[in-house]
């Protein structure tokens, strides 16, 4: 079975601080990642995605990410954090490809960025 | 991507009740949908997978005659919570499956049973 583990909980970065997230999946095959953002009372939203192809990715609003298959992570990065970032974020991974679009999603981390 | 909308947005029912919660994609036909539940501060815990037209497929442990499932349509699947107990107070999250993995989320319901 496939399992996510992000690292922290709740990080408190002041605006513009470099923030970088960190998130390790379990699986044993080919993986696809993500990572999903829920702003305050928002529906979660798609960040970023990794199929294939160069480690790593760009997506919105300055985000990126990582993969690196020997340490199985997919960390999120960005250089330069807003107030606007804060919100809740989740890795999430889907094993195996083919018909299989279920996504396990590591427990979230709480950012919270003071102006 | 797909807009996906849930209703209601919040329900409060009593104890032994059943409460019925919808899961619309307004601009994507969804062959498939997945309902997740989330509880305070811990992350999306998938239920089920309801595939349009046959029955739904249920995570381990979850109870199928208890969360009932239906999706008659390539637009619209519904989560029924059956004789709800305080115990199912929660928030539900549907999500349809987009290109290339993709899930669209809905902006949850949350339960309150007492």
């Known amino acids: 079975a496939q399992s996510v583990s992000q690292h922290n909980h709740h990080v408190i970065l002041s605006e513009a601080a470099s923030l970088e997230l960190g998130c390790n999946y379990s699986y044993g095959g080919t993986v696809n990642l993500f990572w999903y953002v829920q702003y305050p009372g928002q529906h979660l939203q798609l960040l970023l995605k990794y199929f294939s192809g160069d480690p790593l990715v760009k997506g919105i609003k300055g985000f990126e990410a990582e993969f690196i298959k020997s340490k199985f992570s997919f960390n999120l990065r960005k250089p330069s954090v807003q107030w606007s970032d804060t919100a809740e974020y989740f890795c999430?991974?889907?094993?195996?490809?083919?018909?299989?679009?279920?996504?396990?999603f590591g427990k979230g981390t709480l950012l919270t960025v003071n102006p | 991507g797909a807009v996906v909308s849930q209703h209601p947005s919040w329900v409060i029912c009593k104890s032994g009740t059943s409460v019925k919660i919808e899961c619309r994609s307004l601009?994507?036909?969804?062959?498939?949908m997945f309902w997740y539940r989330q509880f305070p501060k811990q992350s999306l815990m998938l239920m089920a997978t309801?595939?349009?037209?046959?029955?739904?497929?249920?995570e381990q442990g979850v109870e199928k005659d208890k969360f009932l499932i239906n999706h008659a349509s390539l637009t619209l699947s519904t989560l029924t919570v059956t004789s709800a107990h305080p115990e199912d107070s929660s928030f539900y999250i549907c999500?349809?499956?987009?290109?290339?993995?993709?899930?669209?989320f809905g902006p949850g319901t949350r339960l309150t049973v007492t």
């Open positions: 309801s595939n349009e037209g046959s029955k739904a497929t249920y």
């Open positions: 999500s349809t499956v987009g290109f290339g993995y993709e899930q669209y």
């Open positions: 999430a991974v889907n094993g195996g490809g083919g018909s299989n679009y279920k996504l396990t």
């Open positions: 601009d994507f036909q969804a062959t498939t």
